[in-house]
C-alpha cells in the first residue's frame, strides 16, 4: 500500500439535542487576571503574559486544582457572562456546528456545566446528556494493534487524576530500554556523529552537504541538527509546519540515516534533526525532516516507503502513518504554538495531542463512578477537537 492519507476525516460524534438546556460555569472555577499573580519570567505561563494574547488563568478553588488554563481577554468576559445560567441556543459567540463542539468540549473539560434531570453536571457525567450517538468512536477503540490506542490503554490503567504524569506515560510511549549495550555504542553525540561517517562539526557528506549545513552543537538541545542552506526555516506568517517520522529501529538507524540523507538534497526540506545518543536514537521519533508544503512532504514520505523497505521499524504513537511498514509517519506543528497544557506548553503535534488525551483521561479519572470509559471519553473529547483518531491527524473539513 503506497499512499499518503492526509485528508482526515472526523469519527461522527453525534451530540443529542440540547435545544432549551443551560449551561453556566462551575462555580469551583476562578479567573485570576496575570497581575494577581506572582510570575517567575523564566516560566511559561510568564512568558504568555509578557505576549499580550492571553489575561489570565482559569484555576480551581475548593481545593480543585486539577485544572488550569489560559484565557484570552474575549474567553475571560465571555465565561464572566456565563456565572448565571444561560440558554444554550442563547449564549453569544458560539454559532454553528463548531461553537456546539466547543460548548460541549467545555462542558466535558469540566470549565462549564449543563442542565440535565438531576440538576447541573459536567465532565463525564454530563457525557450522555450532550453525546447522542459515538459509535464510530466506540468502533475505532477495537481498532486492533494501533500503536497510539495501546498507549492510550497504557495511560487509563493508572488510576490517577495527575495529566502531567498522565500526559508523560502517553509521549513516552513505545521508547525502547537504554541498555549497557546502547550505552556503549551512542553514550553521547560524538559517538552518533563518529560512526555516521560525518564530518568536522558533524558536517554531511555526498550531495547532502551542499545542501544542509549543521546547526551549532548545544548540549541542553536535544538533538543533532541541520538546515537547509537556501530555504528560510519559516515563511513569515507561516502557520504551520510539516513534519516527517522516520522511525526504524534502532539496530537499521545507521542505514536508514544514509539512505534518507543521500535523497534529501533533491527534496524541499527545511531541516532535519536525529537523537544525538543511545537515549535519543531509542525513541521512536528519533528521526524528523520538517518541511513547509504539505505534498512536498508527502512527495517525500512516499519516496522514501519505497527507499527504506526492509527495515525494521518503530512505530510513532499520536501521528499519521504514510504506507503500511511502520517506517514512515507525519504530524503539523503550530510555527509558533504556546498553548498550555499538562505537560507544560504544547510545542508539537505529539505534545499536543498527548496533552489533550491526559486532560481527558484525568477528567474520567474523577468520577468515582465512571458513566463512560476513560478510553471512550478521550477519543471523543479529541473528535471534538477535529483530530481523525483512526489516521491520527487534523480532519480537513475543521
Known sequence: MNRFDYLGAVPNVRIGN??????RVRSSYSFVPFAGLELDPTEHLAQLAASGEYAGVLVGVDGEKHFIKALSPEMADWLGS??????????????????????????????LEIESEDGFCSESAAYHVLIADDAEVAGSTCAGDDISLRAIRHASRFDTTE????????????RRPVTRRWLNRWPDAEAVIQELGLGHRAELKGKASASFSPDRWNPEWPWLSWRS?????????RSQVYKLYLAPDAIDFIDAFHIVSNRLSDSAALSFKIGPDAY????????????????????????LAGALRGLRAQAVPFTAAIGDQGLIWWGIDSANS?????LGFVDSWRFWVANRIALALSVANRQERPVVEPLRFALT????FG??????CMAADV
Open 163 to 174: 495529566a502531567n504524569f498522565l500526559a508523560a506515560r502517553l509521549y513516552l510511549y513505545g
Open 338 to 342: 504556546q498553548a498550555p497544557a499538562a
Open 381 to 384: 473529547r479529541l473528535a471534538l
Open 280 to 303: 535519543g536514537l531509542q525513541r521512536p521519533d528519533k528521526f524528523i525532516v520538517y518541511f513547509a508544503d504539505l505534498r512536498e512532504m508527502a512527495r517525500f514520505g512516499l519516496e
Open 387 to 392: 483530530v481523525d483518531t483512526r489516521h491520527w
Open 229 to 237: 542552506r537556501e530555504r528560510t526555516a519559516i515563511e513569515e506568517g
Open 82 to 111: 456565563l456565572r448565571e445560567p444561560c440558554r444554550i441556543d442563547e449564549v453569544e459567540g458560539f454559532t454553528g456546528s463548531e461553537g456546539l463542539r466547543g460548548l460541549v468540549g467545555l462542558v466535558l473539560d469540566g470549565v
Open 18 to 23: 440540547l435545544q432549551g438546556r443551560c449551561i
